[in-house]
């Protein structure tokens, strides 16, 4: 069964350093998320993504996070600074489309990023 | 109010007994509804998708009352492999963003 993959699976960095974290989303999919987690709390939305640019983003998604998706296979997500409060499990995931039927989100296993 | 409430439990269940919980949603736009499940420290995994007519797969029961704003999930014959936190989940828009309830933790016990 096709799946989403993330990597690294985790990832432990300096404040104010950059991190990538990188997905590759299931092969026909065309529509990406990433969301994350805080450890404890629920699952939050961070970004939509379809036909190579932004459809939607929340309000935790200011200036210093970015996507991308460079190639036709990877999905990334950059945290430009990073700060204490961006330590979280990060999934990415992704739909053929939101119409009814083809909505189910497939959730890669997640980044946990732990920022010292 | 939080727009997706759910009791975080625990509920302890019996091997073998039936479990059911709520979810309440204030957003009236909500347009889809799903139960997913949590393991502890790993991904969301999708259980079921609801249906305003309510929909069974296997031991698993869903409900959807638009008109009271909330959805149920029923776990009939608990196994200790229904141990998890379920995750009351929706969309809101045409895009597909999920919002997600807190989750409610579930422990059957032998």
């Known amino acids: 069964e096709p799946e989403v993959t993330q990597t690294p699976s985790h990832q432990v960095t300096q404040m104010g350093q950059e991190v990538i974290l990188r997905c590759v989303p299931i092969?026909?999919?065309?529509?990406f998320y990433w969301y994350r987690q805080i450890l404890g709390q629920k699952v939050e939305f961070l970004v939509s993504?379809?036909?190579?640019?932004?459809?939607?983003k929340s309000e935790i998604f200011d200036d210093q996070f970015s996507v991308e998706r460079p190639d036709g296979s990877n999905f990334t997500l950059k945290i430009r600074s990073t700060k204490l409060e961006d330590s979280a499990m990060y999934f990415c995931?992704?739909?053929?489309?939101?119409?009814?039927?083809?909505?189910?989100?497939?959730f890669g296993p997640g980044t946990r990023l732990l920022v010292l | 109010r939080k727009e997706v409430e759910q009791d975080p439990g625990p509920f302890n269940v019996p091997e073998g007994a039936t479990v059911a919980f709520n979810c309440t949603y204030s957003?009236?736009?909500?347009?889809?509804f799903f139960w997913y499940r949590q393991d502890c420290r790993k991904e969301p995994k999708l259980l079921m998708s609801?249906?305003?007519s309510g929909n069974e797969d296997g031991r698993f029961t869903a409900q959807l009352n638009r008109a009271s704003q909330y959805i149920s999930l029923l776990i009939r014959d608990s196994k200790l492999s229904d141990s998890a936190t379920y995750l009351c989940?929706?969309?809101?828009?045409?895009?597909?963003?999920?919002?997600f309830g807190a989750g409610t933790q579930v422990v059957v016990t032998p």
């Open positions: 609801v249906y305003s």
């Open positions: 993504f379809y036909n190579n640019e932004i459809s939607e």
């Open positions: 092969s026909n999919h065309l529509y």
């Open positions: 995931a992704s739909t053929r489309g939101p119409e009814e039927g083809q909505e189910t989100q497939y």
């Open positions: 989940v929706m969309t809101t828009d045409s895009w597909g963003k999920l919002q």
């Open positions: 957003n009236s736009a909500s347009q889809s």
